[in-house]
């Protein structure tokens, strides 16, 4: 890990020595409390000493995104006992059962708008997250976004910036100023490793779009039978808590569509050559007025047959937004 993780960690560590003396005055000789305070003192002198992160049993380092979970880690995945691994699966089953439920709501037809998506996590949970919300002027926020890195650490991160942006709601802000709000918050609450790239955008019953991109792929535009990427006037959320962020109004008209997606579409790869932004805008500007859900169908089709019998190496996200005729 380096210098900045270990610091973030040490920080943590401290906060946790600090609540577990507070418990100890209310539960003094709590054998548990005792345990966890020993765990602490353990993993605050491994860091003084430079051992931090090497597995008790095979020195070897421990996995980074377990550590950024919980900071008492000591053993290596590999190096679990029998009941550990149980005990990991069953966490993981169990994540992806909430994450999944996250979701919004998919083929949904709100406000003269048509929304699809798809979600593919890489493994057992995800670090994309998308969204639709309805809100009672008939507008729609809509969301997708990306957290840096895989696995549990980054599942973690994005069902906290998901939280985030649901709590922010209320408040009537503009789509920028939620992204500022976002990303001031997710910035202070995270590990100086974690950041996400997103698309906050709010779709308006007279075709009206607000759109927000903080560090993402450009969505694909499809207007008048030509398709345009808008590109990031952000930076990705989590970097500096001061960030601001512009917000752009674009129109479309009945059967113009846009498309966002994660880089796990464009990025993946067979034989070292990247599926592409290129071969996207191709496929979109080909589809001739089709529904959301034919769109993303026909895509994510596509793209499984490029893939062949590769396994996708990334989260892979992708929503669709179509005006109805």
């Known amino acids: ?17 600090d609540r577990i003396n507070e418990a100890m005055k209310q539960m003094p000789g709590n054998s548990q409390l005792v345990d ?26 421990v996995e980074e995104e377990r550590l950024f979970i919980d900071p008492l880690v000591s053993v290596c995945l590999g190096c679990l006992n029998e009941a550990q691994q149980r005990a990991l699966e069953n966490d993981l089953e169990f994540a992806a059962k909430i994450q999944r439920n996250l979701l919004p709501k998919n083929n949904q037809k709100i406000s003269g708008w048509d929304f ?20 009672n ?32 709601l209320s408040f009537e802000l503009p789509v920028n100023k939620i992204v500022e709000k976002v990303n001031m ?32 792929n450009p969505p694909l535009l499809l207007k008048n039978g ?14 500096f808590s001061n960030a601001q962020y512009e917000v752009r109004t674009i129109q479309l008209q009945q059967g113009d569509a846009l498309l966002l997606y994660t880089d796990g579409l464009t990025e993946s790869e067979v034989n070292n050559i990247e599926y592409g932004e290129d071969r996207v805008i191709n496929y979109l500007a080909s589809t001739n007025g089709q529904a959301s859900k034919s769109l993303i169908n026909e895509l994510i089709n596509d793209h499984t047959q490029w893939l062949s019998n590769n396994k996708p190496a990334d989260d892979l996200t992708v929503l669709a937004i179509k005006r109805m005729e």
Request: aromatic fraction near 8%; charge should be negative; include cysteine.
């Open 116 to 135: 699809c998506y798809h979600f593919d996590p890489a493994g057992p949970v995800s670090g994309d997250f998308t969204d639709i919300i309805p809100l």
């Open 1 to 17: 890990m380096d210098t900045l993780q270990i610091s973030s960690v040490k920080e943590q560590l401290y906060v946790r020595k």
């Open 36 to 61: 966890l305070l020993k765990q602490v003192d353990s993993a605050l002198e491994k860091i003084s000493s430079g051992t931090y992160g090497i597995c008790e049993v095979c020195k070897e380092s």
């Open 185 to 216: 918050l997710f910035n202070e609450s995270t590990l100086f490793s974690n950041y996400a790239t997103m698309v906050l955008g709010k779709a308006f019953p007279d075709g009206k779009i607000e759109i927000c991109i903080a560090g993402h």
């Open 137 to 168: 002027d008939g507008s729609v926020i809509f969301i997708i976004g990306d957290v840096s890195g895989k696995g549990i650490a980054a599942s973690l991160m994005m069902s906290h910036l998901h939280g985030l942006i649901h709590s922010l």
């Open 226 to 239: 030509e398709v345009n990427g808008l590109n990031a006037t952000g930076m990705p959320v989590g970097l």
